[in-house]
């Protein structure tokens, strides 16, 4: 019976996408997108799999459980389903919004997966493995909405697009699972999507407003650290497509007035102290890779300017070149850290073979601020590999994005003797 009903709903979900205008006026045909939402189906397939009966400890199982007794009490306790989610446990009532333990608000960002996984429980019979169906469902509106905003930017990169937005292993892989990466990514995307068409189509819509909140919204409240480091470069990006000519610049002056904020912040209040909110997610994670079996040595985060600066090298060492294939311990990392070289060597053919008179868009610049500026908060808190590795997986795709499509790809594959007129 499982069976056959996870074909159906896969049946139904590729039937969909080929009716639904938002994926049919994506510029992709309904055989691309079929394929790229049957691959993503495949990965979460084998993900569900390692997650069930590989791992022994697996976030995406327990999200499953807790949506479980959602839906329990939806069914037997209904008035208790739709008010719990508002309710605190805690004694300190609906402060502390920045604490990463023991807060109403860090409870939420379980409790809305749970309330979501509830309501996919109704349709699949609770199945796990058909739950990641509806789940990646939701996450295809993000990735198609990416590719929807680079298409108009690089027009000629089909290839490069796809691979970037939709194949990488590592961001394909983990949002695939059930898991708050897939629903950061669906709602970046979304924001992005719905900022760039508001600028592009020169017309005022309080429904892309609506939206633009919703998920802006949505990743407050599920993460909120992955909010405080998109706030600047939205609003960078939005100064910088007024005078596109000064994007660069307009980048520049915004992060350094925001680091001057963030360093400043304590001064304020104790409780916007930012810094400190960074040391003490560290200072969690330390806790917590007492009992992971990927702990790295990690340098203690103090809550001043030199301590971040000193540590930035060996934050961003931590996300963008590790794993090492050298110090794999486990053969699950192994394609991990393949996936790392792949990309420097990306960076190298970049150095090499760049395009020459580059136009650059300002959504370029703040793919590159917001991503490497994630990459330094993952770097500077997490001193778990295995979390390392899943955390950084969607940033890839807005780093890796406009180094592919600024590649002059004729030229190295002139280099190695290809002829390919389709790149």
Known sequence: MFYLLYISYSILFCWLITRIKFFTQSGLSKRVLILL?????????????????????SDSVAFHNGGLAEFDLLLHHTREYF????LDSHSNGYSR???VSNSYWNDTKSNLLYKMLSIFDI????????????FNFLVFFGVVALYKVFIKIFPDSFYQLIICIFLLPSALFFTAMIHRDGLILLSI???????FFLRNDHQFSWKK???????????????????????????????????????????????VLMAVLFFCSGFISPKTNLPEYVSERQIAFIGISKLGASTININPLYPNFRSFFNNAPQALNHTLMRPYITEIKSLIYIPFALEIILYELLILILIFYRKKNLSINPLVYFCLFFSISMFLVIGYTVPIMGAIVRYRSIYFILLLLPMACYIDWGK?????????NKM
Do not use: C, E
């Open 37 to 57: 939402f049957l691959i993503r189906i495949v990965f979460s397939f084998i993900g569900s799999y390692f997650n069930l009966y590989y791992f022994p400890v």
């Open 83 to 86: 008010t719990n989610i508002f």
């Open 97 to 99: 919004f920045l604490d």
């Open 123 to 134: 349709f699949s019979g609770k199945n796990f493995f058909i739950n990641t169906l509806f």
């Open 189 to 195: 995307s979304m924001v992005i999507y719905h900022i």
């Open 209 to 255: 407003m609506l939206i633009i909140l919703f998920f802006l919204l949505l990743i407050l409240l599920v993460r909120n650290f992955v909010f405080i480091t998109l706030a600047p470069a939205l609003l960078a990006w939005i100064i910088a497509q007024r005078k596109p000519k000064y994007a660069f610049v307009s980048f520049i002056g915004v992060y």
């Open 412 to 420: 190295v594959l002139k280099s190695l003797h290809i002829n390919n």
